[in-house]
């Protein structure tokens, strides 16, 4: 059975730090490149950071470029993303992607929720 499970939201105030993780089960990780993405109450699916199959390629949306770092442990199984300098409008729930790298078949964690608040 395939699973992606998200852990490590929380509740942090602003200027704060938390490290999600998400760990893989149920297929051959090294080949997807995986992704955070989050939402927001109320707005669309935000792609913020991908990392490529083996590392080291990596990629940041805008809106957390030099707050944020992913990475990934193709050993364990299991891909993180440091988050720094939390703002209020980084509240949302964050999910873990997986796409296959030939096929482009997606997986999907069920979430973890990320509060930012004073």
């Known amino acids: 059975e395939v699973q992606l499970v998200e852990s490590g939201g929380g509740m942090v105030q602003p200027g704060g730090s938390l490290r999600l993780s998400c760990a893989a089960s149920g297929f051959t990780f090294s080949t997807y490149d995986m992704s955070w993405v989050r939402q927001a109450p109320g707005k669309e699916v935000e792609w913020i950071s991908s990392i490529a199959t083996g590392g080291p390629s990596t990629f940041y949306a805008a809106s957390v470029k030099g707050r944020f770092t992913i990475s990934r442990d193709n050993d364990k199984n299991t891909v993180s993303l440091q988050m720094n300098s939390l703002k209020p409008e980084d509240t949302a729930v964050y999910y873990c992607?997986?796409?296959?790298?030939?096929?482009?078949?997606?997986?999907w964690g069920q979430g973890t929720q990320v509060t930012v608040s004073s």
């Open positions: 992607r997986a796409v296959h790298i030939t096929t482009q078949t997606v997986n």
